[in-house]
């Protein structure tokens, strides 16, 4: 055979086994349930109509204008704590001092940037994020006017802590089922005091998933199925009911001044919806803002008299600048076979690891299901930070950037007043620092 035809052999072999594999990984059944959706983050052609009909279209802005026009303000946060905490998802504050829980379960107060452990919420020790879920990881966190301290662990539902005492209650079991299904992975919630049949408190929930825990949030961004919902609690007559379902990755939830309406952040939307609580259109959910540049994670009321709200996002882009996971979502097919292959890897090294009872591989084999595209991803990512803070009209007003990636993968940003200042403390999921940046 000639080196030409030799060549072209194993071409077509290569080729023959690489689609082979494909078509292996994106039928066999005993593979992972997963079911990617198509959308589109820019309608590319208005013209095709039907094009446009058949593929659901989530658009990102064509660029940062207007009331988005870039700066670099948020790239002046200060980094409190560098590499000392992890994870300080949410703000609460009362008396004047701020906290946040981390991901470990530490509840930490912060007084004149300086930290002191308040409480370790944490259910069990864990040996590592493979075996989270047996610990907890908190996420959302507020007060009530009583001072108690309320906090949505992922995994396990929503707890009350009462600060002195130190004892920890749970309010609403993540297990409890809402029209016959429970829920995998909460995210956030706010509290409306007194507002219940009996006058007790009333809880509004994001319940993300029933197929995905928090661990395995890239399968819930890169699914972008619609089993999310927002669930209400009234804590005295224990009643819980569905107020609003089908959305793809509800998150941050906030309760406007009127405490009529909730403000909902749907991440893989990439809008926010106002759904009315009270009044004759109780009931109803509109969209309040669309458009946004990013997936809108928690909504906290700003300080000011007139009513705003701060939405962080994880990172920031316009259409002119997508991300991959933008490029491929209209490509479900490719991610199917992607994430099944990184699942079936990882759990099969986890496996392994498991019969030999050898901890660094099982870490390993979940770092490569829940961990390493991701840090893959943000490598060939431009990291474009990104808050906002938007009117009650569902208008932005504001919005502060970190080009250059100084702060990013922001989850919450919450106003305070320090003094005669605004403080505006910036957490994160991710990131190894609480940050701080003074408004004036
Ligand atoms: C689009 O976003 C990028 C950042 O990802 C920014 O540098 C660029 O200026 C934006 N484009 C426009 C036209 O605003
Ligand atoms: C929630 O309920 C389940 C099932 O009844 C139970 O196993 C679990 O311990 C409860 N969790 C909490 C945090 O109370």
Redo the contacts with the bound molecule.
Sequence with gaps: MSLKAQILKSFVLSFLFVFLFFVFLFYAPFLLDFNPNSFRYAPKNDFFLFYISYFHSIPLPNSFSGALKENDLLSKTVHLFEGEIKGPESIAAFNGDVYTALADGRVIRVRDDAYTVVADVS?SPCEGRWDEAKCGHPLGIRFDSKGYLYFIDAY??LKRLDLVSKELT?VF???TQANGRASKLFDDFVIDEAAGAKGGNVYYMTDVSDKWPLDHILYCAAEHNKNGRVLKYDEETKTTSVLVERLSFPNGIELNDAKDALIVAVANERRLIKIQIKGSEAGKVETFLDLLPGEPDNIRRSVDEKQTFWVAFAIARNSSHPTVLDIFSNKPMLRKVVLRFIHALGSTLQYFGSLTNFVPLIDFGHKVKTELLVDFLMLITRLHGLVIEVDSNGKIVRSLHSPDGHTFLSSEAREVIEGSRKVLYIGSFLNNYLGKLYLN
């Design positions: 259910e396990h539902g749970t079991n993540i297990s």
